[in-house]
């Protein structure tokens, strides 16, 4: 008998489904060939901090943590405690381990699913070999066709290494800087750190007070307005000095004003290439206003409704055999789900091209089946709908502009109108709404003027052009520059460019992946480090304070966590050493938790907020919040006595003893008490039936 295991059991009953003849057993299916089990999610993942140092507080003592050799435990549920559904299927894929000759991993077919597996076959101590199930859609034909095609477990190795490398740098970054945050800048508060997080939090930041304290700036031209069988205007160069411009114009003529020449060309405009998942985060927010995260959950709904292909890919690129699949479909689809007549264009579409697909999987793209498409809700029928019509425009014809520049002489000063009109649609006839943005410049000119004609103007007036700050940053904007992240080093940053190694390729720089950007913008707004105000990313006072204190420190150097975005990609192409990554993130940390201690400040925001520590235990309505001498519940109005005093026996009590007492029910061993006679003792806080705080010594 093979084992399959899957991520989760809706993927396992998927392939079930297409292989056929399974009986459904207790965690598990089975037929004549096959057991197929699941995970759900990580049921392993790497140990905390407590399993490599003394149980107690935080202290600067033990910091920097860098463990010589990695320990694992099975996931946590909500007390803290290794979760007993977890260690139940543990134990279950353990069994069927040895009861089979050979597993097949079936996770999901990325980093994170390469994750999820190797866990459990290493945390096992499972020897049995393995092959890899590599599929880009849940369709029963994918999946028949992934398992006649198995992969080597040998060819995944490369990816099996970035994923542990990522795994534990951002262990490293995250336990040893915010530890050491906290300690030293936190005031009593938490204060996170995290690999990309914190690199987000920055250059948030940094818009944010390039837009605040943007100078304005004035420049002035001058502009004819006309009238012939439409109204159009023409324009002069800009002008730094007022002065200047109004003494053009005390010299000008409205009768005066000749052309002297027409250029007109045709401007192509090509198809835009299909969904990457980034691309189609900023298309589902210029369309419905969907955050990322909204974006990627509903296509991760698409996908296992088997309507659409894999969704955290970036690529924006399908190969020939995903083309005819789509050709034999696209046409019929377009009418039943969009009301759309669509023909292929005699062309090869730019986006069909196996030389670009050099991840791992092909660009977003309906699969062909409509099972269930009329039963969408309409957050997934609006994402379904921008997925069909993307392919529409892609494998369309460019769309056709003839422009126009009229170049007109008035006492030698020459004046400019542009004009552009679209002559074919091309790919533009299948765009749901259009959301481009418009040169301002530009107008729609249905008019024909002849090099030295004299076109009579109206009036003239001076125009006053106030320069704009940077935009602060919208799901669209953020998404662009984190994605490429190469480019706005080359627009805003330039100087920085000298600290890259001449070896790296700058336009390859981003910041995360198109898999966790969208989680952890979400968790730096759960935080209250950022906002979302108008569509606009705003920091919050206290993310604002926290990115000042930590703006100079390498903690945050956002050049560093994109070069290793980069080199974990090349681990898992297999031309970057693994090991070195290693030393490069263990010599960071080192170097993180010396800088952050060398900084003496304290955050300041954060003291004068009352915050939300969690839910009440009690009454599970309110929230707890921090008071003058003790934590109580918001509902004491209604008759919610519950209360944490901040000293018990003589010991302060911290934040994170209240939140394990809301969250757990009880602490950690405490150390520092005092009894009525003066004596220390150490003991664990409970609540007990009647949530009131007992001692526990029992443990």
């Excluded at 099975?74 to 009861?99: E, R, T, V």
């Excluded at 001058?222 to 109004?246: G, M, P, Q, V």
């Excluded at 009880?666 to 664990?684: A, V």
Aim: charged share 30%; aromatic share 10%.
């Amino acid at each position: 008998m093979k084992l399959i295991i899957a991520e989760k059991p809706t993927q396992a009953k998927d392939y079930a489904k297409a292989l056929g003849g399974f009986n459904s057993k207790n965690g598990y299916l089975e037929n004549s060939e096959y057991y197929i089990t699941w995970c759900f999610g990580h049921l392993i993942e790497l140990e905390r901090d407590t399993a490599y140092r003394n149980e107690g507080k935080w202290s600067k003592d033990y910091l920097p943590l860098i463990p010589k050799k990695y320990q694992y435990k099975i996931g946590s549920g909500k007390n803290g405690k290794p979760d007993a559904g977890k260690k139940k299927q543990l134990d279950i894929i353990q069994n069927l381990m040895n009861k089979s000759s050979s597993i097949i991993n079936a996770t999901d077919a990325d980093r994170e699913g390469e994750l999820i597996f190797m866990y459990v076959y290493n945390y096992l101590n499972c020897k049995l070999p393995f092959q890899r199930l590599w599929i880009s859609s849940l369709t029963d034909g994918d999946i028949k066709k992934g398992f006649q095609n198995l992969l080597p477990s040998t060819e995944l190795a490369n990816l099996n290494k970035s994923a542990y490398a990522r795994a534990i740098a951002d262990w490293l970054v995250g336990i040893n800087g915010t530890q050491a945050s906290t300690l030293q800048f936190g005031n009593g508060s938490l204060l996170t750190i995290g690999r990309v997080q914190t690199a987000i939090l920055k250059i948030i930041c940094e818009r944010y007070l390039k837009h605040k304290n943007h100078t304005k700036a004035f420049t002035y031209k001058i502009r004819a307005n006309h009238s012939l069988n439409i109204d159009f205007h023409s324009e002069t160069e800009a002008y730094e000095a007022k002065t200047s411009a109004e003494n053009i114009l005390a010299k000008l003529s409205l009768s005066s004003h000749r052309c002297i020449n027409v250029e007109n060309s045709v401007k192509k405009v090509a198809p835009p290439l299909l969904f990457s998942i980034d691309t189609l985060i900023i298309e589902a927010n210029k369309h419905y206003g969907y955050t990322g995260k909204q974006t990627l959950d509903l296509a991760q709904k698409l996908y296992e409704k088997k309507l659409t292909s894999y969704p955290r890919t970036d690529s924006e690129y399908i190969n020939q055999e995903n083309f005819d699949k789509l050709k034999t479909f696209l046409p019929s689809f377009s009418k039943s789900y969009l009301n759309i007549d669509f023909s292929f264009s005699a062309n090869s579409p730019k986006s069909v091209n196996d030389k670009k697909l050099t991840g791992s999987h092909d660009a977003i793209v309906p699969t062909g089946e409509n099972s269930g498409i009329d039963s969408l809700l309409e957050p997934e029928r609006n994402l379904y709908n921008l997925i069909l019509a993307r392919c529409l425009q892609s494998f369309s014809p460019p769309a056709e502009y003839n422009k126009t520049k009229i170049t007109f002489d008035n006492q030698s000063i020459l004046f400019n109108t542009y004009g552009s009109k679209l002559m074919k649609l091309g790919w533009k006839k299948y765009e749901l709404k259009n959301t481009d943005e418009k040169d301002i410049e530009e107008q729609e000119l249905d008019i024909k003027i002849q090099p030295n004609q004299i076109i009579e103007v109206k009036n003239f007036e001076l125009k006053e052009i106030e320069s704009k700050p940077p935009a602060l940053y919208s799901e669209v904007n953020l998404t662009k520059d984190l994605t490429n992240f190469g480019t706005l080093l080359k627009e805003e940053k330039p100087e920085l460019l000298e600290k890259i190694k001449s070896n790296i390729d700058i336009k390859s720089l981003q910041i995360g992946t198109q898999a966790t950007r969208p989680a952890i913008i979400e968790r730096l707004k759960f935080l209250k480090f950022i906002e979302l105000k108008k569509n606009k990313f705003l920091p919050t006072e206290k993310g604002l304070e926290y990115y000042n204190i930590i703006k100079d420190l390498q903690v945050s150097d956002v050049i560093t966590t994109a070069i290793w975005e980069m080199k974990l990609k090349k681990v898992a192409e297999g031309t970057e050493d693994v090991k070195l990554f290693y030393k490069e993130i263990t010599d960071f940390t080192n170097n993180i938790v010396q800088d952050i201690f060398s900084k003496d400040t304290k955050l300041t925001s954060i003291t004068t907020e009352r915050k939300t520590l969690g839910k009440c235990p009690k009454c599970s309505d309110g929230n707890i919040l921090e008071g003058k001498k003790s934590f109580g519940c918001t509902n004491w109005k209604k008759g919610c006595d519950f209360t944490i005093w901040k000293t018990i026996a003589g010991k302060k009590i911290s934040e994170l003893v209240i939140q394990d007492l809301i969250s757990k029910k009880e602490t950690r061993l405490l150390k520092g008490f005092k009894s009525k006679t003066g004596k220390s003792f150490d003991t664990r806080l409970k609540l007990n039936n009647e949530f009131k705080i007992e001692f526990d010594f029992n443990k």
